[in-house]
C-alpha cells in the first residue's frame, strides 16, 4: 500500500498545498512523503491513499490502470476548483455504464 501510495504521489503534479486542501492531509507531511516516500500508515498516508483510491484490500496489480487515471486527471486539469468539481462530475456520470470487465476494489461490478 504504501508502494502505491508513494506512486501515486510522486506522479501527481498538483501542487503540495492544492493537494493538502483536497485531502485533508498536513501540507508538510505531503511534502516529506512526496521527497521521502510513504512509510507507514499516518493519518496522513491514509487520507492520500483514500484520495488516490488505494485500498490494502486491493489486489496486488488490480489497479494498474489508476497510475494513467491520474496523469490524465494531473494533465488535463486546469488547478481550480471549479474544473475540478466538473471533473469529478464527468467520472461520477459515468458510474451508470457497464463495461463487463471493470473490477473495482477486486471484486467485478454487478451490472444493474
Known amino acids: 500500500m504504501a508502494r502505491r501510495c508513494t506512486a501515486s504521489l510522486k506522479a501527481c503534479k498538483t501542487p503540495d498545498r492544492e493537494l493538502s486542501r483536497l485531502t485533508g492531509a498536513n501540507y508538510f507531511a505531503i511534502r516529506r512523503m512526496r521527497d521521502k ?28 490502470e489508476l497510475p ?8 488535463t486539469w486546469d488547478g481550480t476548483p471549479s474544473h475540478a468539481k466538473l471533473i469529478a462530475s464527468l467520472i461520477r456520470s459515468t458510474a451508470p455504464f457497464e463495461i463487463s470487465s471493470k473490477v473495482h476494489a477486486g471484486r467485478t461490478r454487478k451490472k444493474r
Open 37 to 64: 516516500g510513504v512509510g507507514s500508515q499516518t493519518k496522513n498516508a491514509k487520507l492520500l491513499c483514500k484520495f488516490f483510491a488505494i485500498s490494502g484490500k486491493d489486489e496486488v496489480g488490480s489497479r494498474t
Open 68 to 75: 494513467d487515471l491520474h496523469r490524465i486527471i494531473d494533465t
